[in-house]
């Protein structure tokens, strides 16, 4: 018979299991973080998209009218920017390690 010694005694192994237990959240505060500003990106650029539909004036719907509102800058170019720039960030928070 040898005389071999366990590496690990009884009071290492339940000081292991909590610091393991401890580290196994994969999100930190920078990942909430970055995740609150991806969806404050994205709920922007869809506030920036409300607006009147084509047949609408004054709140009621006409078909005899056209509004040409619908293809303005800001809903048609910066609004669906502000909303992928949103996403993309939502993607690095995920991705991103503590």
């Known amino acids: ?3 071999k ?3 690990f005694s009884a009071s ?3 000081k292991e299991t909590e610091t393991s237990k401890e580290n196994t959240f994969y999100f930190g505060k920078e990942n909430f973080k ?3 500003i991806g969806l ?3 709920v922007v650029g869809f506030l920036l998209m409300m607006g009147p539909d084509a047949n609408t004036v004054d709140g009621k719907f006409d078909p ?3 509004n040409d509102g619908i293809f303005s800058i800001r809903r048609i170019r910066i609004a669906p920017l ?3 720039i949103g996403f993309a960030i ?3 928070a995920i991705l991103k390690k503590k």
Do not use: P, R
Request: with cysteine; aromatic share 20%.
């Open 1 to 3: 018979m040898s005389n």
């Open 5 to 7: 010694t366990n590496k």
């Open 12 to 14: 290492d192994f339940g």
């Open 34 to 36: 970055w995740m609150l």
């Open 40 to 42: 404050a990106c994205i």
């Open 64 to 66: 005899n009218s056209w």
């Open 82 to 84: 502000f909303v992928v």
């Open 90 to 92: 939502e993607v690095y």
